[in-house]
């Protein structure tokens, strides 16, 4: 069964890089036919979309952050990975990683982790 | 840009019919979907392209589409079923998520 797991510091400084990724077990990033995803859920508030990436390293980004985000992949190791740029505490969230499907839904999604903002 | 609204909250009774609205600009054209997250879990995918039950759903989810507005419907409410709920469409090369929707069953 296809499992996603997200990793990477759980602290970040204001005005430093986040940088997480996302190890797929289960399947194979190189042999799907749709996208994977990043997404994110500050305390208290609503799901929103941060980007996602295709195998090729195609990529679509929420306009909204898309002058501060990179989505990379990585199919030798079965990972795709999320850089955040001079980040704020606007940015604290739990952050997920997930799979798309034909229709852009989200099929599986990791567990998340939570990435705080703070000096 | 493209925006999806959901009501704040929704209240049911047990047993009973909670439906949650999705209003988006020409949503019916649109794959919309739900997701269910319960707290301190990650989202669950329920309804897929406007009206299909993804493997190990209940049968008592179901979604339907009209015009601007999606639906999801849960029949015969169950207290395992309070949780938030968002829907999701795909837009202009973004995904766009509704605000979210707590469904509190008392």
Same mark, same amino acid.
């Given at each position: 069964?296809?499992?996603?797991q997200?990793s990477g510091?759980?602290?970040v400084k204001?005005?430093?890089?986040?940088s997480?990724?996302?190890?797929?077990s289960g399947?194979?990033?190189?042999s799907?036919?749709?996208?994977?995803g990043w997404i994110r859920q500050?305390?208290?508030k609503g799901l929103?979309?941060i980007?996602?990436?295709?195998h090729?390293?195609?990529?679509?980004y929420?306009?909204?952050l898309e002058?501060?985000v990179?989505?990379?992949?990585?199919?030798?190791k079965n990972q795709?990975?999320l850089?955040?740029?001079s980040?704020?505490a606007?940015?604290?969230?739990v952050y997920?990683c997930?799979?798309?499907?034909?229709q852009w839904?989200?099929?599986?999604?990791?567990?998340?982790?939570l990435?705080?903002?703070?000096s | 840009?493209?925006e999806?609204?959901?009501?704040?909250?929704?209240?049911?009774?047990?047993? %009973?019919?909670?439906s949650?609205?999705?209003s988006g600009?020409?949503?019916?054209d649109? +794959?919309a979907?739900? +997701?269910q997250?319960?707290?301190?879990?990650?989202?669950v995918?329920v309804?897929?392209? %406007?009206?299909?039950?993804?493997s190990?759903?209940? @049968?008592r989810?179901?979604g339907?589409t009209?015009g601007n507005?999606?639906?999801?419907?849960?029949?015969?409410?169950q207290?395992?079923? @309070?949780?938030? +709920?968002?829907?999701?469409?795909?837009?202009?090369?973004t995904?766009v998520?509704?605000?979210?929707?707590?469904?509190?069953v008392?």
């Amino acid at each position: 069964q296809l499992q996603l797991q997200e990793s990477g510091p759980g602290l970040v400084k204001p005005s430093e890089t986040l940088s997480l990724t996302c190890t797929v077990s289960g399947g194979f990033i190189r042999s799907s036919s749709y996208y994977w995803g990043w997404i994110r859920q500050p305390p208290v508030k609503g799901l929103e979309w941060i980007g996602s990436i295709f195998h090729s390293g195609s990529t679509y980004y929420n306009p909204s952050l898309e002058s501060r985000v990179t989505i990379s992949v990585d199919t030798s190791k079965n990972q795709f990975s999320l850089m955040l740029t001079s980040v704020t505490a606007a940015d604290t969230a739990v952050y997920y990683c997930a799979r798309h499907g034909a229709q852009w839904e989200l099929l599986r999604w990791g567990q998340g982790t939570l990435v705080t903002v703070s000096s | 840009s493209y925006e999806l609204t959901q009501p704040p909250s929704v209240s049911v009774s047990p047993g %009973q019919t909670a439906s949650i609205t999705c209003s988006g600009d020409k949503l019916g054209d649109k +794959y919309a979907c739900w +997701y269910q997250q319960k707290a301190g879990q990650s989202p669950v995918l329920v309804i897929s392209q %406007q009206t299909k039950r993804p493997s190990g759903i209940p @049968e008592r989810f179901s979604g339907s589409t009209s015009g601007n507005t999606a639906t999801l419907t849960i029949t015969g409410t169950q207290a395992m079923d @309070e949780a938030d +709920y968002y829907c999701q469409a795909w837009d202009s090369s973004t995904v766009v998520f509704g605000g979210g929707t707590k469904l509190t069953v008392l």
